[in-house]
């Protein structure tokens, strides 16, 4: 493709589009890079710099950057720092292991140092690995809750034929469980796979995908009088790169469990605090959060509520002359 060609590679709409789209050789990158500089009014030579053999094998190509990023111009550098030694005490990892950090962020490696240093004079941390697990919930809403009903019944029942038809879609992706969550006319199920060493997003939404077609097919063959009406991949169930109380009490990803005793010698010489003040810091950070999270007075309804004496003088004693009171949880309102 030209110079020309490149500039003038536009949609359907007559907006400028990235040129080559799917193209991994090299020349394809090379040119695509060459537009992007014209196109921003910039030189991008440091990221112009691919693999020192680039070609010599499939590990310095960029065709093997295909599945992994779209429309690659180079690769760039970013600053790495070790972090280490930290003595971890494990099934499958036991002894002295140091860990890369890719980060500019400034004392974040010498911050993360110190704390291993600090594990390390206490005896290390063990660790476990309790379960390894990537979710994906769909979906199915029907025209009322008994339909719900008899096609959770029908479908627990095909958990053995959905992990076959897993294998058939990925050399990777094992189908372990099912579980269902019922909201009125709506079905949501927990598909939960393992994913071996990948952490399987994407694995698990095409092989659900595949799973869901399957089921729609054989559900309509095999129960007369129940229909999906409405069908999505996703439900949001499984709270997906987001912070939810469901994945901490549901693994989703890989569950760990660490431990460490950190001796006060240890906190006083290594990272220069004592274990009261850290108490004291704890105690007030929770107390000053929970006066600015709370609703109405912010007062503990334990207190006032669930616990409200015959004389209000043996729990709630007066406060200070602007009229606070404070419960004896620690909350003031």
Not at 272 to 299: A, D, E, P, T, V
Request: charged share 20%; glycine share 8%.
């Amino acid at each position: 493709m030209s110079e020309t060609e490149l500039d003038s590679d536009k949609d359907p709409y007559g907006h400028p589009r990235i040129p080559l789209r799917g193209l991994y050789d090299v020349n394809s990158c090379n040119l695509r890079r060459q537009w992007a500089e014209k196109f921003a009014n910039c030189t991008l030579d440091q990221v112009g710099a691919w693999w020192p053999n680039q070609g010599s094998d499939d590990a310095c190509s960029c065709l093997k950057l295909k599945g992994n990023i779209e429309n690659p111009i180079g690769l760039a550098k970013v600053p790495v720092g070790l972090v280490g030694p930290l003595l971890v005490r494990g099934k499958n990892v036991a002894g002295y292991i140091l860990c890369p950090f890719a980060t500019t962020e400034g004392a974040l490696v010498a911050s993360a140092t110190r704390g291993a240093s600090a594990l390390m004079r206490s005896g290390g941390v063990f660790v476990s690995t309790e379960d390894h697990v990537m979710t994906r919930a769909p979906s199915f809403t029907f025209a009322n809750a008994k339909e719900a009903e008899l096609f959770w019944t029908w479908l627990r029942d095909k958990l053995d034929d959905l992990r076959l038809q897993v294998r058939q879609y990925s050399q990777h992706a094992e189908l372990v469980s099912l579980s269902p969550q019922r909201f009125g006319r709506t079905l949501v199920v927990q598909f939960k796979y393992c994913t071996r060493d990948a952490a399987g997003q994407n694995m698990v939404t095409g092989a659900t995908s595949h799973l869901c077609k399957w089921l729609l097919g054989k559900a309509e063959k095999d129960m007369e009088g129940v229909r999906v009406v409405r069908f999505l991949i996703e439900s949001n169930l499984s709270c997906d790169k987001k912070l939810a109380m469901l994945n901490l009490v549901q693994t989703r990803g890989v569950h760990v469990q660490a431990e460490a005793w950190v001796p006060e010698s240890v906190l006083q010489s290594v990272l220069k605090f004592q274990s009261r003040h850290y108490r004291f810091q704890y105690q007030r950070k929770q107390h000053h959060s929970s006066c600015l999270h709370s609703n109405g007075s912010g007062c503990c309804l334990c207190c006032r509520v669930g616990h409200m004496p015959t004389d209000p003088s043996s729990s709630i004693q007066r406060g200070d002359r602007t009229g606070h009171e404070e419960c004896r949880c620690g909350t003031s309102s």
